[in-house]
């Protein structure tokens, strides 16, 4: 007679030191999925359906600052501001009615200079050099690509007519750098001008900072205006370049800052062209219900 037996073999278990490498890594797998799912129920839940109904908007960007170094000692507040042009695109999409995200390509000429630079020129024309002296003016132009992402609130949030605030984190990829210096008090100064640094190479390559501001969006939410406040939190020059040519040996612990008035111009998505009603600002007040008609009364039977 032939026996079965049902027992099952034991199964073989990899060795503790092979459960305890997994273990930590398995927890962590399933507390990410975990915070993931939790994470995405909560913004499904908070969104409202007509914010995911909403398209792109983009506007045209552009503009002037008044830039200059901040932080770092002697070097942020020694410095004077300078000139530039701020410019480039921008793409946002309305959360509610008052509130909207936004995000920016820009080009931004950055920097800042010095009215008592030391310098000895080494060439000029007819041979009418300026004695060497402090008396120079040393200007930095550095230009850089910012991509801000902000969040917008207020009436003109979303190209709507309106005013608003905007905040958040940016990110800047240094382009290029040029430092010259001019000879001050001479009607020919232009002439006299010199190169004394120049190369993206000392300077550091991506920068963090933020961006706060305010604006106004005029009637018809087709344009409007913009003051805002950028700066970096990320040195401008790498770790053992110094500062620059403005402070040879000097310490580099000073940042960018600028004050940009911006233009916004609508390409698409004007306040009153693309989904304006999906937030109205105020409900739309329901149809008057129709009058109840007076019934006649029945004539009286006749005797």
Request: aromatic share 10%; glycine share 14%; proline share 7%.
């Amino acid at each position: 007679m032939l026996h079965f037996s049902t027992r099952l073999p034991a199964p073989t278990l990899p060795h503790s030191g092979t459960l305890g490498r997994f273990r930590p890594a398995a927890c962590c797998a399933l507390a990410v999925l975990g915070l993931n799912s939790l994470a995405l129920a909560a913004q499904a839940q908070d969104l409202p359906a007509a914010a995911l109904r909403q398209p792109v908007l983009f506007n045209l960007k552009s503009g002037f600052n008044l830039s200059t170094y901040t932080g770092g000692g002697y070097i942020g507040w020694q410095t004077g501001l300078k000139g530039g042009f701020t410019g480039g695109l921008s793409a946002t999409r309305r959360l509610a009615a008052r509130s909207a995200w936004q995000a920016e390509l820009l080009y931004a000429r950055k920097g800042a200079v010095r009215y008592d630079y030391w310098h000895a020129y080494a060439r000029g024309h007819a041979s009418n050099l300026p004695t060497a002296s402090n008396e120079n003016i040393c200007r930095s132009e550095l230009h850089y690509l910012d991509l801000p992402v902000l969040f917008t609130y207020g009436p003109g949030s979303g190209n709507r007519p309106g005013w608003y605030v905007a905040a958040g984190p940016q990110v800047s990829l240094a382009l290029d750098r040029e430092e010259t210096v001019v000879p001050a008090g001479i009607s020919d100064a232009d002439n006299f001008k010199e190169i004394v640094g120049s190369g993206a190479e000392a300077l550091t390559r991506w920068n963090w900072g933020y961006l706060a501001g305010i604006g106004y969006q005029i009637a018809g939410g087709n344009a409007g205006i913009e003051l805002r406040y950028s700066g970096d939190i990320s040195n401008v020059y790498r770790d053992g370049q110094g500062s620059g040519a403005f402070y040879a040996g000097s310490g580099n612990r000073f940042h960018n800052g600028s004050i940009q008035l911006l233009l916004n111009l609508v390409l698409s998505g004007g306040g009153w062209r693309w989904g304006h009603d999906a937030f109205p600002d105020t409900p739309t007040p329901s149809a008057e219900p129709p009058r109840r008609s007076e019934s006649s009364p029945s004539p009286r039977p006749q005797p």
